[in-house]
């Protein structure tokens, strides 16, 4: 990987009252990388996004992108970042075309961009659509493009998924991919979804109470702080596995008490005959059973107790 910093957060922080919403974070990103903000509600994630953004400003600590700082290059930097808002508002009363061509003239821009980017976005069948009849997907790859109109090195957008169908995501998926590939773009979003940034994102930034409690690829995430595979059962009666005093057991953790466990293993073929073989001798029916990799919601849950979704 290319390794010229484009955007280095030195000792970020941003209070609001008695909430430390971003608290002393620093960070570098290098060009071409795409990066996930992963966290739940209120973990900073926004906040911290729009301070890169320069929307808000830091209580302390230092933000510069591609060696600039709001403060000194606010016009240079407004030209090299594309960003799309938590929630976009557009003109109800004009249509993806008009709309296009509206922020493009912002830039100086003109029909040709708009049709580069109706292209681009997949909304050339739309483009006479006023923007209150567009469904949520089409909504976000409008935001999208107009995010994309001038061409941006940097791209920051803050939750560009939320509320979207599957299908829907993907299609935003498919854009941003082709983005990566075709111009090289950097890349840094939040998320709720932690297939976002798995499928995404080469780097992940676990964010939880204004810090990153864990980040690196998936597979350094779950090597460092992953427990390698999950089983899942449940039990037709009460069993305390615990009193198995099974090895290769990490972690257990319990669903509904004594019946719906979650067992963190290294190994999944040296754990489950073992637990299988006990449920039978003592003539406790399995009722389910269900055995996978871990994934960040279960790293999540892990370090902090809780779900990346409430
Ligand atoms: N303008 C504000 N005024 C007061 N409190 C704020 C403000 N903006 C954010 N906060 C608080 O700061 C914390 C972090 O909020 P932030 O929106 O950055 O989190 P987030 O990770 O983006 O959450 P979500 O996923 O729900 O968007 C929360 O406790 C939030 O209530």
Not at 235 to 255: Q, V
């Amino acid at each position: 990987m290319n390794k010229t910093p484009v955007i280095e957060i030195n000792g970020v922080s941003k209070s609001f009252k008695d909430v430390k919403a971003v608290n002393h974070l620093s960070l570098t990103i290098y060009e071409g990388e795409y990066v996930a903000l992963l966290g739940p509600n209120g973990a900073g994630k926004t906040t911290l996004i729009e301070m890169i953004e320069g929307i808000q400003k830091p209580d302390e600590g230092s933000i510069a992108i591609l060696g600039m700082s709001w403060k000194t290059h606010a016009q240079k930097l407004h030209r090299a970042i594309g960003l799309s808002l938590q929630e976009t508002r557009f003109i109800d009363k004009i249509t993806t075309e008009e709309t296009l061509n509206l922020f493009g003239s912002f830039y100086g821009l003109g029909q040709r961009r708009t049709e580069e980017i109706l292209d681009l976005v997949n909304l050339k069948e739309k483009r006479k659509a006023y923007t209150v009849t567009l469904s949520g997907g089409q909504k976000q790859r409008l935001a999208l493009g107009i995010a994309l109109l001038n061409n941006p090195k940097i791209l920051l957008l803050d939750e560009p998924t939320t509320g979207l169908d599957p299908a829907a995501r993907r299609e935003i998926w498919k854009i941003l991919e082709k983005l990566r590939s075709d111009l090289g773009t950097t890349m840094i979003l939040t998320t709720h979804y932690m297939e976002e940034a798995e499928v995404l994102c080469e780097r992940i930034l676990i964010m939880d109470k204004g810090q990153f409690i864990a980040q690196g690829t998936l597979s350094e995430l779950n090597a460092k702080h992953g427990e390698g595979d999950l089983i899942e059962i449940s039990f037709g009666n009460n069993f305390d596995i615990e009193a198995l005093g099974l090895s290769g057991i990490k972690k257990l953790n319990w669903i509904a008490p004594h019946t719906k466990v979650q067992i963190f293993v290294d190994n999944i073929a040296e754990v489950l005959p073992a637990v299988i073989n006990s449920a039978k001798t003592k003539n406790i029916k399995i009722e389910e059973l269900l055995s996978r990799k871990m994934t960040l919601d279960d790293l999540f849950i892990s370090m902090t107790g809780r779900h990346l979704h409430d």
